[in-house]
């Protein structure tokens, strides 16, 4: 039977509220001359200050950008926020709604790029609060501004007018900024989020016509140039993800994360034959992927077949059949994220693992519910799971096996132990308490009915880890579970389930597979769950505990909506709070998420 100990690391320490910030604004519409409601749209940190120095974020307003540092080492009592600088953009038809940040590459000061309803990208050198350079060219109101990761001086920028515009700020081209139009007929419709790869290689782009594309970006000519190169067709595009506008998109490693507007879910997926470290490009299959590092544009799918809703230049199964061919997409996991309907422009942000520290998803919805899931969880749960029902299969009268549990679950007490008396010529012998002896009878039934999630052997599998980083790539594990699922063809894979309960299939749709839990008898699981002690489970934790954990942490049903493994509810001080933006400092100790009213929440990780 075995025992749990709790490790004291706070790695997996999830966001507190710290402080809850409105700023004034004294906009007012220019005809009416009415006060109007006020929202902050978009945050984002400044990515190239030194580790020690404290973050400095920008928040954008419609005609106000507000510069803010924090100071790390005040105490919980205190506001941690100090103003530098406020940017007020006088344009009558000036209605801005995102920004990024980017830097002299001559002098290495910050600059910041905002944008909005004017389609102008207008960059303010920080320091001196002048504006800079104007960029001009899109036909439509700008909605999301990303820059590249590794190169500072190149932006991007998605509009109305259905295209995404690459900038270069390098003086060498100055007299044409613009560098590629990616457009032609990818989109219809007005275009709400963009994101780029860690490489900077591949850009997402997703909007009003639920479509997401993914585009292979051509590397920035060294040398002027005259014209922007138009990049007609991108090498991935669907409209099957989602069934309603897209306004938020994100990779997460080489997987995407997406949400939209009447979806009260953010979905985690894969795009079946997309490596960007593959080094062959002989094959395109899915068990051998397909590398784009110097895939041409005109491998990239045209539209031609107006009624397939999903095409990808990554790999092309053998068997065309709709119905029968291998997926060209994978869902993975889908986040709960309720009382969203309605509400569109709302953007989540994912904390990129460095350094050792977990990835975390953060969103927040339109009734002041911040939402948090730590991606590594998933990778502890499966082998705090295995391991638990390894011990508890080896019965008693043998050594006591220690399962260390993660340290996002709560300690609990290891079970108690009795030793029976001396006597009858015999040693001293060690048994266990009745409830924990009665769980790890249970446990024997359990696995005999059929029952447990289906994961890998801890001791079998080597012992992977028994601390709490045991999944510090969770890309990796997710990876593997879409691999596998594309492996399977068209049809569902994967197994597992509830501790004690049935699963069942649910379809794909037509470009894609699921990830999903084996079937399980009726009546296996019912006589599973009669096989138990009332509202024990295995390791003698009550069954609504590992229901709850089982509800937060497996991945085994694509389908499944994953509850946040932290909900802070804050006072929407008489209105609700609608999330806009969330962004995270970029070693991860901060998080601030903005909304309307001008109010902006900071959350602290690892405060004192």
């Known amino acids: 039977m075995p025992t749990n100990k709790a490790p004291s690391s706070n790695e997996w320490d999830l966001p507190k509220l710290r402080a809850s910030i409105n700023f004034q604004d004294d906009w007012k519409d220019p005809v009416s001359g009415e006060s109007i409601a006020h929202e902050f749209f978009d945050v984002k940190f400044y990515p190239y200050n030194p580790v020690v120095a404290p973050p400095v974020f920008a928040i954008a307003s419609k005609k106000h950008v507000i510069i803010c540092r924090i100071n790390q080492n005040t105490d919980s009592s205190t506001n941690p926020v100090e103003v530098l600088k406020l940017i007020r953009d006088d344009d009558d038809d000036a209605a801005n709604c995102s920004c990024c940040w980017s830097k002299d590459m001559e002098t290495g000061q910050p600059w910041l790029c905002i944008a909005g309803a004017d389609a102008k990208v207008k960059v303010y050198d920080v320091k001196q609060g002048k504006l800079v350079r104007t960029l001009v060219g899109h036909g439509g109101g700008i909605n999301d501004l990303v820059t590249s990761p590794l190169t500072p001086s190149l932006i991007a920028s998605c509009s109305d007018d259905t295209t995404v515009r690459i900038w270069s700020l390098r003086p060498i081209h100055s ?3 613009c560098m590629f139009i990616l457009g032609g007929d990818a989109h219809t419709w007005d275009l709400l989020s963009i994101s780029f790869h860690d490489t900077g290689r591949y850009l997402l782009s997703a909007g009003h016509d639920q479509t997401i594309n993914l585009w292979t970006i051509p590397a920035c000519p060294p040398e002027p140039v005259t014209h922007p190169l138009v990049i007609h067709y991108p090498h991935f595009s669907t409209k099957e993800i989602h069934n309603s506008l897209v306004d938020c998109v994100s990779f997460f490693g080489d997987l995407i994360l997406s949400r939209a507007c009447w979806e009260e879910t953010i979905v985690l997926w894969s795009i079946s034959g997309f490596s960007s470290s593959s080094s062959s490009s002989s094959s395109l299959s899915p068990s051998s992927v397909t590398s784009t590092n110097d895939l041409p544009l005109s491998t990239a799918p045209t539209t031609f077949d107006p009624s397939k809703l999903t095409r990808s230049a990554f790999w092309q199964p053998p068997d065309l059949n709709p119905a029968t061919r291998p997926a060209y997409f994978t869902r993975l996991l889908q986040f709960k994220t309720v009382d969203c309907k309605g509400q569109f422009y709302m953007r989540f942000r994912v904390l990129h693992a ?12 339109a009734r002041n519910k911040f939402m948090f899931w730590d991606l590594s969880r998933f990778g502890s749960w499966q082998r705090f799971w295995g391991e638990l029902r390894d011990a508890e299969g080896e019965g008693e009268g043998r050594e006591m096996v220690v399962v260390e549990q993660p340290g996002w679950m709560p300690a609990r007490k290891a079970p108690r132990k009795t030793t029976a008396g001396e006597g009858g010529g015999g040693g001293g012998t060690t048994s266990y308490s009745s409830t924990a002896a009665a769980a790890a009878a249970a446990a024997a039934n359990y696995r005999a009915a059929g029952g447990g999630a289906s994961v890998g052997s801890g001791r079998a599998a080597g012992r992977l880890g028994t601390g709490t980083s045991t999944s510090p790539d969770p890309e990796t594990l997710l990876s593997s579970s879409s691999a596998a699922a594309a492996a399977a063809g068209g049809g569902n894979s994967g197994s597992g389930g509830r501790p004690g309960s049935s699963s069942r299939e649910r379809p794909g749709s037509r470009g894609s597979t699921t990830t999903t839990a084996t079937t399980t008898a009726t009546a296996a699981a ?4 009669a096989s138990r ?3 024990i489970g295995l390791g003698g934790y009550t069954q ?3 229901d709850e954990w089982h509800d937060q942490c497996d991945i085994t049903d694509s389908h499944k909506e994953i ?5 802070v509810t804050v006072d929407g001080k008489g209105q609700h709070f609608v999330g806009r933006q969330v962004a995270w400092s970029p070693e991860g100790n901060w998080c601030v998420v903005v909304g309307n009213s ?3 929440m900071i959350f602290q990780r690892w405060g004192k």
Do not use: I, Y
């Open 563 to 567: 509850k946040p493994h932290k909900t």
């Open 533 to 535: 002690p009332p509202g």
């Open 526 to 529: 019912a006589t599973q769950t």
């Open 598 to 600: 001008n109010r902006a």
């Open 544 to 546: 609504k505990q590992l």
């Open 354 to 365: 460095q350094g050792g520290k977990h990835p975390v998803l953060a969103f927040c919805n």
């Open 175 to 177: 007299a044409q900024p």
